[in-house]
């Protein structure tokens, strides 16, 4: 049964790779704005208490002030949300063709990302 759930979330894993993919295309490559789920969960989910926060505030500057920062830091927060979804998904595809748990595929999928390299002088790569 064990097997089984491996093999569940490398498909699983194959689908949030996909998906986040998809994500990134759409939102950076493609000139017309494509709808993606990643996106708006990570607008909203940023939105919201910058909202808050500026309903709270009288004078018009303040909450101009704030409010500009809110698509700066969503850009920045949709970045990072893509990178941890790709860590995550490739983990869960790499989970079934290593031969410990989660966190040795975990390891091993952010030992491969672009952001790993180069490697730090003296240090052989982690494969």
Partial sequence: MAGLGRWA????GLVIVGATFSSVV???????GVRSLISFAVWRAIKQPFLAAAGRMRRYESK????GL???VS????????LLLFLLGYALVLLPLTG???????RLAGSCSPSAWPPRPGRA???
């Fill in 100 to 106: 410990g748990g989660f966190t040795t595929a975990l």
């Fill in 26 to 32: 759409g939102t950076i490559v493609l000139p017309k």
């Fill in 70 to 72: 809110l698509g700066p």
């Fill in 125 to 127: 790569p982690p494969w």
């Fill in 64 to 67: 101009d002030r704030l409010l």
């Fill in 9 to 12: 979330g490398f498909v699983l």
């Fill in 75 to 82: 850009l920045l927060a949709l970045l990072g949300a893509w």
